[in-house]
């Protein structure tokens, strides 16, 4: 009888190892990026405290591979899903290893919540002052979040679109009967044969506009540095910056950026793979469309507030001011609805101009919106809320036509029937998380105004909200180890939904 190839066995036994294992795996050898970049920076210190960590982690992993060898994957269809949950938890605690070691002022629980922030792709800091960071650390701090939506990409169409959770309970394929043809695709390979086929789609292209992205930021002035660390952070929506906000992004850099945070709007933008969308394209898809009205609404409506500002104080302006307040509002808004967090150069030429400031519940209600279903961003997503639009105009329309019956159209078909219903479930489940948290962190000490901007900033995964939403930047690094275990949950609450991790809890999905 002829014996299996070795390379066969051994891409038989990798797809029978646990998805945790897989991703802490790549999670240590990815630190070889950073302790290259070290290295070439002359930082020797910080090269070996990175290069240390990911051999020793690289091996760690290896012998649980090989103690798993011959072994059956266990839990069915929701053990990629607890892979998923297990890799938020407990990964941050390898990616911090090397973080502590190469910053041993600080304490393992402060490098834990930070990398534990970059790969929720939230980008919250406990270093306000960026110069207390070297070169290398911003880096991975970027690279972190970068992985983490590279993470989310995958996850979303190999892990949560076949669980209908995610966003994807209110489409129509969600409802029962209605499994079509993309059902039965999607459910007929193993989960590690979707999550294979995901990777190799979606990687290419992820890492293509990364790249893209780098050498354009760069083109526009920025340092390589600071445009790598934006490219990755655009990309993931995590917000993490390398200079603080110190250095401006100027108008190039930022005309940019908002082309490559519309990805962040719906997933359609960059795949099609999901399926969840009308035959139109962007032209139909109800994410996008909502996302642009927001983008386009809000900027105008805070420029009429500071213009009529400008007028009873009667400040002297001229066209370009207008323009450049107009513009920061514009690439604002986008910002904090795709739950990135950037802060435009000519945000505060608006407040400047009219002597009023922007108040930062507008912030927080952009970023609790979100982006799109399946991609970096978080929020509650914009197509749940698309759901709760579409049943109050259908409501309005039963007042004044009690007998019509009309068609849901060509965009309302993406919805089911019942998808309002789901997506105001979500909503006040997100609710009462947020309540919870909110309560939790006054419980331990937190003021209640500050425990109310990092219940929003958590769960949204906007960590940027805590220093512009307030009337000062909250001092993360200050708070006790109770509160910083609070926000560390409520970033993975955040980062997965409430729905899924309910999934992760109900026994009948686990015998499947």
């Known amino acids: 009888m002829a014996r299996a190839a070795p390379e066969s066995v051994l891409k038989t036994e ?6 945790f294992v897989i991703i802490a795996g790549l999670a240590c050898v990815s630190m070889m990026a950073p302790a290259l970049h070290a290295l070439v920076v002359d930082d020797h210190a910080t090269a070996q405290a990175f290069f240390y960590a990911g051999v020793l982690g690289t091996l760690a992993c290896a012998m649980i591979a090989v103690a798993h060898a011959g072994r059956a994957p266990r839990y069915g269809t929701l053990g990629p899903l607890l892979s998923l949950f297990a890799a938020f938890v407990f990964v941050p605690a390898m990616l911090a290893v090397p973080f502590v070691e190469a910053l041993p002022t600080t304490r393992f629980i402060n490098a834990y919540v930070e990398m534990l922030s970059a790969l929720t792709t939230t980008g919250a800091t406990l270093f306000e002052d960026p110069t207390r960071l070297n070169p290398t650390l911003h880096l991975w701090r970027a690279q972190v979040g970068w992985m983490g939506g590279l993470l989310m990409w995958v996850a979303a169409v190999a892990i949560l679109a076949p669980l209908n959770l995610g966003g994807f309970e209110v489409t129509a394929r969600a409802e029962p009967g209605r499994r079509t043809d993309f059902w039965n695709m999607a459910q007929g390979p193993t989960p590690r044969a979707r999550i294979n086929r995901a990777v190799s789609t979606l990687f290419p292209l992820y890492a293509g506009l990364t790249l893209l992205l780098w050498v ?16 990755m952070s655009v990309m993931a929506t995590s917000g993490i910056s390398a200079s603080g906000g110190a250095q401006p992004f100027g108008f190039a850099g930022e005309a940019v950026m908002v082309l490559f945070m519309c990805f962040a709007l719906s997933r359609l933008t960059f795949s099609a793979d999901t399926m969840t969308a009308t035959q139109g394209g962007l032209s139909t898809d109800p994410e996008f469309r909502i996302g642009l009205g927001i983008i386009l609404l809000v900027p105008l409506v805070l420029f009429a507030r500071h213009f009529i500002g400008s007028i009873e104080v009667q400040t002297s302006a001229n066209a370009g001011d207008a323009l450049a307040a107009l513009w920061g509002g514009a690439f604002t808004v986008i910002s904090f609805l795709t739950t990135t967090g950037y802060v435009s150069d000519h945000w505060g030429d608006a407040q400047s101009w009219s002597g009023l400031r922007t108040p930062g519940l507008i912030l927080m209600g952009l970023a609790l919106v979100g982006g799109g279903v399946a991609t970096t961003a978080g929020g509650v997503k914009l197509l749940r809320v698309y759901a709760l639009y579409r049943n109050g105009v259908r409501e309005m329309q039963r007042l004044v036509h009690p007998n019509a019956v009309s068609g849901a159209g060509v965009v309302g078909r993406r919805l089911q029937s019942n998808g309002a219903f789901i997506a105001w479930i979500f909503f006040m489940l997100f609710a009462l998380s947020f309540a919870a948290v909110t309560l939790a962190l006054t419980f331990v000490g937190v003021a209640f105004d500050d425990a ?22 909250i001092d993360l690094i200050s708070l006790g180890a109770s509160a910083k275990a609070i926000l560390c949950a409520a970033m993975v609450l955040g980062r997965l939904e409430t729905l899924a991790i309910i999934a992760l809890l109900t026994p009948d999905l686990w015998r499947a």
Do not use: C, K, Y
């Open 216 to 231: 354009l930021l760069m083109t526009s002035g920025q340092t390589p540095l600071n445009a790598a660390v934006h490219g």
């Open 452 to 473: 109310l901007v990092m219940s929003i900033a958590t769960l949204s995964t906007t960590g940027p909200l805590m220093d512009v939403a307030s009337e000062a930047p």
């Open 14 to 19: 990798l797809r029978r190892l646990p998805l």
